[in-house]
């Protein structure tokens, strides 16, 4: 199985890109998103999840783990495969998509090309239920094996420290990772950690 690659990007279609690594072109299936970021010429390293079928091997090529994480966690939802996966981290970025989860937006995940009502609130609230460490890694928080904020990763992460805070409170882990979300949607990223628990606890309170 093919994990990586790393070269020069040969050329760019609408949905792939060719990447030449020591002469030997792959193509490599990727969002709207990231052939957005890349131009022919350009070095570049994909994380790769391979597809292997009887009468095809697919490589799906990602910036980042998370990224691929999240290709792979989507396709979980009964109803999304591989291109609808794609097309919805085509349109939201990792950290954007655990937002909306986190604040059952599924209007969010609506707007991906292909994806219907029904379907965006199914995703949404499966993740919501089945994944909820996904909202905390979308604000690029480390967890633990437990699933809870790891608090040694945190310093100087006021979005981690807040929901640190208010788990340490007795709030679960996903209670409190949507509740700074709401925070952080609202007061902005240069909110410290004071300002993002005191509007987390209104927004628990609820």
Known sequence: ????????????????????????????????????????????SLTIDTHVREDAIKLYGFTSEVERTWFRTLQTIQGVGAKVALAVL?????????NAIALGNWQAVEETNGVGRKLAQ??????????????????????????????????????????????NLGYQPTQASQAIAVAMQELGDGADVAKLIRRGLKELSK
Do not use: C, F, W
């Not at 060719?18 to 022919?40: F, P």
């Not at 085509?90 to 655990?98: H, V």
């Not at 239920?129 to 437990?146: F, H, R």
């Open 1 to 44: 199985m093919i994990g990586k690659l790393r070269g020069k990007v040969d050329a760019i279609g609408e949905s792939h890109l060719i990447v030449d690594v020591m002469g030997v072109g792959y193509e490599v299936l990727a969002s709207s998103r990231t052939l957005r970021n890349l131009k022919t010429g350009d070095e570049t």
């Open 90 to 98: 085509g349109t939201l970025a990792p950290q954007d998509l655990a």
């Open 122 to 167: 199914r995703i949404v609230m499966e993740l919501k239920d089945k994944a909820p460490q996904m909202s905390v890694a979308g604000l690029n928080i480390p967890v633990s094996a437990g699933g809870k904020p790891d608090a040694r990763s945190m310093l100087g992460n006021a979005p981690a420290e807040a929901i640190s805070a208010l788990t």
